[in-house]
Every structure is written in C-alpha cells, then in structure tokens.
C-alpha cells in the first residue's frame, strides 16, 4: 500500500468527497506515516446525510419493508463480513496499529452480531394489555425511533458499529455513521460492504471529519431521534448538552477504570493469564481493560513475580507481524499522556516493576508493557484512564477493603473476580458497581449478552435482544368493543 489512498463519505448511496474538498491524512501508528486521506466533513455534508435516512426512513424503500426483509439485509451483510474479515482486519490494523490477529477475529466475529440482530428483526412485538375497562381492547405496538446518530471511536471499531446499527436497522431505524478521525479508513471498507449487500440509498450513511462541526452537527440535528455514542466522558458531555437541541434519545458507553481482583484462592496461573489478557491485550486501548488491579496480600509477591515475568517477554512489533504480541499505541496524544501520567506515578509514590517508558531503539508509538506497584488508593494513576498497556496494582487483605477501593471509582463499566469460593463470587458481583462483572474470567462478549456501564462509563445498555427495543418506541392503541353509542357528555343521565 505504498499510494496513498483516497477515500470517499457513502451518503445516500453514492461515494463522495467533503463538499469543500476540505481531507486530512490518517496516519500508520506503526510507522508514524500518513497512509490514506479521509474527507473532512463540513455542516451541510451532514446536514445532507441526516435529511437522506430521514427521506429514506419517512418513504423510501425501506419504510415500506417487512421485518423479515430487513432481516435478510442483515444476513447479506454478515455474510459479507465474514467473507471480506482479512481484508477488513489489515485495513483496521494500518489505521489504528491493533494486532491483525486481533482486527482479523474480531472483524469475523462481528458477522454473529449481524446474523443475531437479523434474526431479531421479526421478532420484535407489542402487548395486549389486561386493560380495567370494559369492552375496550388495548394493544402496544413497537414502532423505529427514524434517524439514529451512533458516533464510534477508533479501537473496536467494527464491534461498536455491530452493537450499534445491528440492533438499529433490525428495528426499522435508518443510520448517520461517524467514524472517528483518529482511524476512519476501515468504516468507509465496511460501507463497500453495506453498498454490495445491496441496501436501499440513504439506510446507512458513513460520514467523517472532527468533533465540531461533523459531530456537533450531527448530535443537535432535529431530525436525529437517537444518538449512540462511544468515547470519552469530555465529549459525551456535549453530546448530551447538544441532545437538548433535538430530545433525542441518548446511550453513552464511556471509558473505564475497571478492577482485576484476585483473592487468595484463585487459581493464580488463569489469574495471571487473565491480567496478561486484560491489560495488555490490544495494547490496553480498551474500555473494559483491566487496569486496577488489587492482589490479596497473601499471594501478591508471587502473583507479581510471575507477570512482570511474562511482561518482559512480551514481543513488540509491527501489528501485522503474525509473530508480534503487542503493537502500537495509536495516537501521539495518547503517548504523551500515558508518559506523564507514569512520570506522576512515580513523584507520587508508585514503583514500576517493568517497563514506564516509550521503546527506545524502534521507530513508531510504541510503549512497553508497564506494571506500576501503587502503595496508595489515592494515587492520581488509579483512577485516570490511560487507554494504554499501563497496570496499577495494589494490595488488600479482606472482602469490604477491596470492595471499598474498588468502587471508589468516577468508573463502572466492567470488573474481573478470581476466587475459588462461588459464594464470595456472587457476593463480590452483587457489591461491585460496574455494569459488566466477569468471574474467573475477562473480557468475554457475546451478541445475546447485554453490555454498559455506570457512573461516568455511561448508561444504556448495547448488544442483546432488548437492545433492539431500545431503539423503538411504544404506541397504545385503544379499541371500542361495543356496540353501544358513545353517551354524550352533556346530556344529563
């Protein structure tokens, strides 16, 4: 891929460029070099992809299909992605710096998410409530919200679109994308996929560009019913604040600073595995990676002895290297802020096993796999999401302490248990506020699985059967059963 390459916006069904001509460049984490031009997006290009799912959702070809028939669109579209996941993933990889073993799955896994949300979409019904009035009948029908928002950042990407517009088109909704201008380039393959699986025009639009004017306008439009948005908790504040523009309906999935507890009777080497996966995988740019950890006293030096261990063995490299277990981070933004908040770490007290500081001898936004030993729960690195491979570890001796430091915390999105004592799992589930809880394992997801956090990780929930709910709303429709005419009101009985 040594051309640069020029991408295209897919609104209403066509291919094109920011109607002031207006790009800016992508750039390879893993070399630091622009590899694509994205356009930029001005106000009236978003003002035109916002009306067209409106025009398609109030009379176009999709307003006038059947459940099942929408359903069918979504198998097209997962066969597709199942088809085309190597292509997508290499995309995804040069983009964002993420393993390609990593974009490759996922890209492939996400087609179960389509195939799910295809099977929902005839599934979706109302009620016919036990009404306290005689000869009345009353039902609820579920009816599409109309035009969707759903704002996805960079890292998981295709997930994100998946939980997002899976459940939105299976309910009738039509869809305004936005990409996130750190990495756009594998939204705009995966609308060649949307345009070859042969949906109506205007159903699902791909738009890109930055926050103001592209995501401003897009979150204010009047025409915009719901907004589905990922990403941090600065700007999820002006996306509600822009809602008020619209009422909109709003879910917001924001970032977390998830606990990875271990008790003295977890079998240690899963535990460790477990840690491993959860903060080192995809460099630590996830969500739910988790980045607390709290060890028992009892089993914390042995614990910390075998990860830093298997930290320093970790082989950094280029991402699309089969043989590479830890890639890029993806922005300089990201690099220097995981390097300040180390450097605090430390003046605060923190000791650093390993790593804690930028690969020296290669070129690219490399960080080594970094475990910071934290002597105090009010450390500033304990509740500051870094999006990067950096632990926080720190040590406690009984159930309330951990719980206690655990949900001291402006974060609730997930949390990791490992003990041996199911008892104690459950207790320690229903005591930790985070909205996704994994015992004696980490982050597992599932299509039929809801997802979503507390506090400042957000609220509303993605993924799963009521999801697709989520994005309708209910009519009640009373029936006069009798015979009898109405009486008049002003006519003395």
Request: a negative charge.
């Amino acid at each position: 891929m040594s051309e640069p390459v020029h991408y295209r916006m897919l609104i209403n069904g066509e291919w094109v460029n920011a109607s002031d001509g207006a790009r800016f460049d992508s750039i390879n984490p893993a070399t630091e070099q622009a590899w694509c031009s994205i356009p930029e997006a001005t106000a009236d290009d978003i003002n035109r992809a916002v009306e067209t799912a409106h025009d398609a959702f109030s009379s176009g070809e999709w307003a006038s299909l059947t459940p099942t028939a929408r359903g069918k669109y979504l198998r097209r579209l997962a066969e597709l992605l199942d088809e085309q996941s190597e292509h997508l993933g290499r995309i995804e990889t040069i983009d964002t710096g993420k393993m390609l073993k990593e974009t490759r799955w996922q890209a492939k896994y996400i087609a179960e998410f389509f195939q799910f949300y295809a099977g929902c979409a005839d599934k979706i019904s109302g009620q016919t409530l036990p009404i306290d009035k005689p000869d009345m009948m009353t039902i609820t029908l579920r009816e599409p919200l109309g035009v969707v928002a759903a704002v996805v950042p960079w890292n998981s990407q295709l997930f994100l679109v998946a939980v997002k517009i899976g459940p939105a088109l299976a309910a009738g909704n039509v869809v305004v994308l936005k990409a996130s201008e750190h990495a756009s380039a594998a939204m705009l393959e995966f609308g060649k996929l949307v345009e070859a699986a042969g949906f109506p025009p205007g159903v699902i639009n791909i738009v890109t560009g930055h926050a103001d004017p592209c995501g401003k306008v897009l979150t204010s439009h009047p025409l915009v019913q719901r907004i589905s948005f990922t990403g941090g908790t600065g700007a999820a504040k002006h996306v509600v604040r822009n809602s008020a523009e619209n009422f909109a309906q709003v879910s917001l999935e924001l970032g977390g600073k998830s606990p990875f507890i271990v008790f003295e009777d977890a079998v240690l080497e899963s535990a460790v595995n477990g840690s491993i996966a959860g903060i080192f995988a995809a460099t630590g740019q996830s969500c739910v990676a988790g980045s607390r950890l709290y060890l028992h006293d009892s089993i914390a030096d042995q614990f910390l002895a075998r990860m830093v261990e298997i930290a320093k063995t970790i082989k950094i490299g280029d991402p699309q290297d089969e043989a590479t277990q830890m890639g890029p981070l993806c922005t300089a933004a990201q690099m220097a802020h995981i390097e300040t908040q180390v450097a605090l770490a430390k003046t605060e007290g923190g000791c650093i096993l390993t790593g804690g500081q930028r690969v020296a001898d290669r070129k690219g936004l490399f960080f080594e796999p970094t475990i910071i030993e934290c002597p105090r729960q009010d450390m500033t690195i304990v509740d500051t999401e870094l999006f990067g491979p950096v632990l926080s570890v720190l040590r406690f001796t009984s159930e309330d302490e951990v719980v206690a430091h655990a949900n001291a915390s402006q974060h609730g999105l997930a949390a990791g248990i490992f003990t041996r004592d199911s008892a104690r799992s459950i207790r320690m589930a229903r005591r930790i506020r985070a909205g996704i809880i994994w015992i004696n394992t980490y982050r597992v997801i599932s299509p039929i699985a809801e997802f979503g956090g507390m506090k400042a990780s957000g609220y509303g929930r993605e993924s799963g059967m009521q999801a697709v709910y989520d994005y309708t709303r209910p009519k009640t429709v009373w029936m006069n059963l009798s015979t009898t005419p109405i009486a008049n009101p002003f006519q003395p009985r």
